[in-house]
């Protein structure tokens, strides 16, 4: 867990090595409350005002890579009818609902695994947000590894992403 507080020039990192929740919150309740007197857990908790809207990019395939540190990854999507985004990734391919919140032309996860060292450890999920800009698709491609429905455990790598019509 890190934790930034700006108006006083601080960040906090929390690292376990345990999927305890309430022992990682109880060790960055301490040292926040000895180090920000005002702080209060509800102080840090993200605000999420991005709710998904339908996917409007219209049907058509893309082809494009994944740059990951080793290597880049080939990858092509196909946008399907009613909001369906296929990926094909290696060996490998999946279809799932993809949305658009405002941050993202579209924004989809995949039960696929990017097949680079580093993703093959711990991040058997990959996620995409991607925009539309001058005729591409760029934006990221992230492995990861799912939690629960408060955050994510393992890794989370992040890496570009482009991707042209086909």
Request: proline letters at 10%; hydrophobic letters at 40%; aromatic letters at 4%.
């Amino acid at each position: 867990m890190a934790v930034a507080v700006p108006e006083r020039r601080l960040s906090v990192a929390v690292l376990t090595n345990s999927t305890n929740k309430a022992a990682r919150d109880a060790i960055l309740q301490y040292v926040l409350g000895e180090l920000v007197p005002d702080w209060t857990a509800e102080s840090i908790t993200p605000a999420i005002t991005d709710p998904p809207r339908p996917m409007t990019l219209p049907e058509g395939e893309w082809a494009g890579r994944i740059s990951a540190p080793e290597r880049e990854v080939p990858v092509s999507l196909r946008v399907l009818p009613g909001g369906q985004i296929e990926l094909r990734l290696a060996d490998a391919s999946a279809t799932v609902p993809a949305s658009a919140p405002a941050a993202w032309d579209l924004h989809a996860s995949f039960p696929l695994q990017l097949p680079t060292a580093d993703a093959r450890i711990n991040s058997p999920e990959l996620g995409l947000g991607l925009r539309l800009e001058a005729g591409a698709l760029t934006g990221e491609a992230h492995a990861y590894k799912n939690g629960d429905t408060e955050g994510r455990l393992g890794n989370y790598l992040s890496h570009p992403c482009t991707l042209d019509p086909v």
